[in-house]
């Protein structure tokens, strides 16, 4: 089992170093860079017809991802949880448990 685990986290490492070494010219944008040169690209005349409702300062926007982050590791930590959980120990009609007592009584 623990020479299982070693060998996934050997496999995770390596997906992720992968494109680091071996893609040398690119840079790692996200897709809201790319969406916005794309626009620009195929009309350069547009003009922006909305705009962000709320622009938190730079510590609410780090506040707010950690915050996310938190609550997407609460809930895959609860569901992992209630997956793996054993199931309850099986009790009697009154609630006491079907095993009966060691000494007879």
């Known amino acids: 089992m623990l020479r299982r685990n070693i060998v996934l986290l050997a496999v995770i490492a390596l997906i ?12 790692f944008t996200g897709t809201d860079d790319i969406g916005a040169s794309m626009v620009e690209r ?10 962000p409702v709320f622009r938190p300062g730079p510590e609410m926007t780090t506040f707010l991802f950690s ?27 009154d609630g006491e448990d079907d095993v009966p007592p060691k000494d007879g009584v």
């Not at 195929?42 to 705009?51: A, C, H, L, R, T």
């Open 16 to 27: 992720i170093a992968a494109p680091l070494v071996f893609v040398k010219d690119k840079s």
């Open 42 to 51: 195929s009309d350069p005349g547009y003009k922006v017809w909305s705009g």
């Open 67 to 93: 915050l996310q982050a938190a609550a997407g590791a609460g809930v895959l930590g609860f569901i992992l949880g209630r997956i793996t959980a054993k199931p309850p120990a099986k009790t009697g009609k």
